[in-house]
């Protein structure tokens, strides 16, 4: 237990989750600075007005740098909703060989930080095991606290050939992990089917569209399209064929796909919304 080397690996295979899952919150509960109240007994988190249910993790104590699950903290009632939702992380850290996750507390020196703090990118990793839509931080008198928002409104849009090449270009804007990894991660997590070979992934979606991923020796992205079923309307009154190109929710009639640039730079995340006000309804120790 000396680094967070698989830890950070983790987070960077979970990017693209990431990317989407911060994207629908905002489309939710606005890009603005949320007034927010967490409830750990109802398990409600109340963002601009909407009320989300969610997973109370833990916290960072920002002057010691260092995390304690809710599980253990001493000064919280382990029995309540938000915290009993994230239960089964624990096992989930034991079987995954992932030590924070078994650990009450421990230093987050060296923890990567996706522009979210660091503690985001625990919460991050946390979230698709508890079925999670996004994640939340606020601040406390000493510290951060840090939710797993898993409110139904979040997951009930299945992804398809025009929205998950945005959550992946997104992700590649991190310069982070591999890429064959982010792409079979969020598959996996939205329970997708891929078909795999050395040079290409495919995901096959519920709509019956398909994002075909092509990956160069090194396993980078190289160019990704989608494919609709043929004679398919899928934007603006306009039918497809299935030789015709879907990318970042365009429709191409080229064989060529958008830049990867120009699609990450439109789709980079900008960070988590906090506000500078401790919620009301939860007190946690310094």
């Given at each position: 237990m000396t680094n967070h080397d698989q830890l950070n690996a983790w987070a960077a295979a979970h990017t693209a989750l990431l990317v989407e899952g911060q994207s629908r919150l905002s489309d939710l509960v606005g890009t603005d600075r949320p007034d927010w109240e967490l409830n750990l007994a109802t398990g409600l988190l109340t963002l601009n007005g909407h009320r989300l249910t969610c997973a109370l993790l833990g916290s960072v104590d920002e002057e010691r740098n260092s995390w304690m699950w809710a599980w253990a903290n001493p000064g919280l009632d382990h029995h309540t909703l938000a915290i009993q939702r994230a239960s089964s992380l624990r096992r989930f850290g034991e079987e995954a060989g992932l030590w924070e996750f078994t650990e009450e507390s421990f230093s987050m020196e060296g923890v990567l930080d996706l522009g979210m703090t660091p503690g985001a990118t625990l919460a991050l990793v946390a979230s698709p095991q508890i079925m999670g839509g996004a994640i939340f931080s606020g601040l406390y008198p000493s510290g951060r606290l840090y939710?797993?928002?898993?409110?139904?409104?979040?997951?009930?849009?299945?992804?398809?050939?025009?929205t998950a090449p945005k959550a992946i270009s997104g992700a590649l804007a991190y310069g982070l992990g591999n890429h064959r990894d982010i792409v079979t991660v969020y598959a996996g997590a939205h329970g997708l089917e891929i078909e795999e070979s050395a040079s290409r992934v495919a995901i096959v979606f519920a709509d019956a569209s398909r994002l075909e991923i092509d990956f160069d020796d090194s396993d980078r992205i190289r160019h990704m399209h989608g494919v609709v079923p043929t004679g398919e309307t899928v934007t603006s009154g306009e039918v497809v064929t299935s030789s015709e190109l879907v990318t970042s929710g365009e429709v191409a009639t080229t064989t060529e796909a958008a830049p990867l640039d120009q699609a990450v730079a439109e789709n980079a995340p900008e960070g988590e919304s906090a506000p500078a006000d401790p919620p009301k309804s939860v007190e946690l120790p310094e």
């Open positions: 939710l797993v928002v898993t409110d139904t409104r979040l997951t009930m849009e299945a992804p398809s050939a025009f």
